[in-house]
């Protein structure tokens, strides 16, 4: 036990609704608003000081729950539910220690108990606002930040009693880690499957809000470098052209990188072989560019246990919806997935613990957005500024509601809104996962 363990005080949740600008396709659903939860948590150390933190996620249901059966809005007040559940959970827990150990125990041993009847990606999003809060109080009770915890000096145990392999004896998260944080990260645009990518394709009914609607606007004006193009994963002559219409726009704006993410609808490796392949021989320029290959595949990795070798063959092949955590990064591991993209919706723990067996296994890295606007986009982009990514970070909320965050764009300007294809973070602060206080209005 440490002076810096904490225990949970006082927890509490709203929910904020926002409106997409225009819609985002996922997969087979197309998302034109939602819902952000955000949770105010208070705690107190050992030596009696106490301080609040916050976590706030957007409660995306078509990422998290896809179903053809299930209406959009009986998932969202499902996941809400869930959410006013877990409020109660957190309260009247007697977990305490650190942020890592309390969060884990909480995923662990009352998580899965709350509500079986959901999927576990929902549950862990749902959860996610809590682990963030918890991790930012922890911070700030103790007058760090969140960062300069993850170590022997705070932690009671090692990463050896997580992920339960003695390879991790004696080491802690900070060993993943890099020594210093980013400040500057290069920026990822989502090229979703309604959008518009040049004049030609615009019909006069888009909205005038000031903001770019199509592709060649968005490079010019944010100077993006990297494009992640959203494809069906079910119609392969669709998914084959919008990669040659994407890429011809990305060599001649020259931008650097592609990104191919399927969304977990392909049911064979030989869709997205065949793919590659004939880009390879009829566009090799736009092949090269592609510098990783995302989820095509069914998110439920153990009952869709698909050697994915051939693909990673090709490309680098990261897993995204399936990589709920540590343990599924194992078994991606041993079915060919060479990448692991983090979400901190999957909570803070959870993606520092996945961060930590993926490196030391040799997978690469990601950090991917949830469209986090507000509060959620600074443990986001903290996450990327630390762990050591393939390339930079995706940051799409800008893209579907930037209106959403303006008071967070007053505080942070070239975070919030991406400028020579990449984000800064050095306006934010240097306690807690680094929200200042003019952020919590």
């Not at 890429?247 to 592609?258: F, M, Q, R």
Request: with cysteine; proline share 5%.
């Amino acid at each position: 036990m440490k002076t810096t363990d904490v225990k949970i005080c006082q927890v509490e949740i709203g929910f904020i609704p926002v409106i997409l600008r225009i819609p985002l396709k996922f997969g087979a659903e197309t998302i034109i608003s939602g819902t952000c939860a955000r949770v105010k948590m208070s705690v107190e150390n050992k030596l009696g000081n106490t301080a609040c933190g916050y976590g706030e996620t957007p409660l995306s249901v078509g990422w998290a729950w896809p179903s053809q059966s299930l209406g959009f809005l009986y998932r969202e007040n499902r996941m809400i539910a869930y959410c006013q559940k877990l409020v109660s959970q957190w309260q009247k827990c007697d977990l305490s220690g650190h942020a890592m150990e309390i969060g884990y125990d909480f995923n662990e041993q009352i998580l899965p108990k709350v509500d079986t009847d959901i999927p576990h990606l929902v549950q862990l999003i749902c959860n996610s606002a809590f682990d963030l809060a918890l991790h930012d109080a922890y911070g700030k009770v103790n007058d760090i930040s969140s960062y300069s915890s993850y170590n022997s000096k705070y932690m009671n145990h090692d990463l050896e009693y997580y992920l339960e392999d003695n390879r991790f004896a004696g080491r802690y998260p900070e060993n993943y880690l890099l020594g210093k944080p980013l400040l500057k990260l290069p920026v990822w645009h989502l090229v979703g499957g309604k959008d518009l990518l040049t004049e030609e394709e615009l019909t006069g009914n888009e909205p005038q809000d000031g903001y770019p609607v199509i592709l060649t606007d968005w490079i010019r004006r944010d100077g993006l470098k990297c494009l992640k193009i959203k494809l069906a994963g079910t119609d392969s002559q669709w998914d084959y052209q919008r990669i040659l219409d994407v890429g011809k726009i990305a060599i001649e704006y020259k931008v650097n990188y592609l990104s191919a993410d399927f969304n977990c609808l392909v049911k064979s490796p030989q869709y997205v072989n065949d793919i590659l392949d004939l880009l390879m021989i009829e566009a090799p320029e736009i092949y090269g560019k592609i510098l990783y290959v995302e989820q095509p595949f069914p998110y439920d990795l153990e009952a869709n246990r698909i050697d994915v070798h051939s693909v990673s063959s090709r490309k680098p092949l990261f897993m995204d919806e399936s990589a709920h955590d540590w343990r599924f990064v194992k078994l991606g591991y041993e079915l060919g997935w060479t990448g692991v993209a983090l979400k901190v919706c999957k909570t803070q723990t959870g993606a520092l613990l996945s961060a930590a067996w993926a490196k030391e296994h040799g997978m690469a890295l990601m950090v991917q957005d949830l469209t986090n606007p507000m509060l959620a986009m600074i443990p986001h982009v903290q996450l990327a500024s630390r762990v050591g990514t393939i390339m930079g970070i995706e940051c799409n909320a800008p893209q579907f509601y930037p209106a959403a965050s303006e008071i967070q764009e007053r505080n942070h300007p070239y975070l919030y809104r991406r400028r020579n294809g990449v984000v800064d973070l050095s306006t934010l602060g240097d306690k807690g996962l680094g929200y200042k206080e003019e952020d919590l209005q």
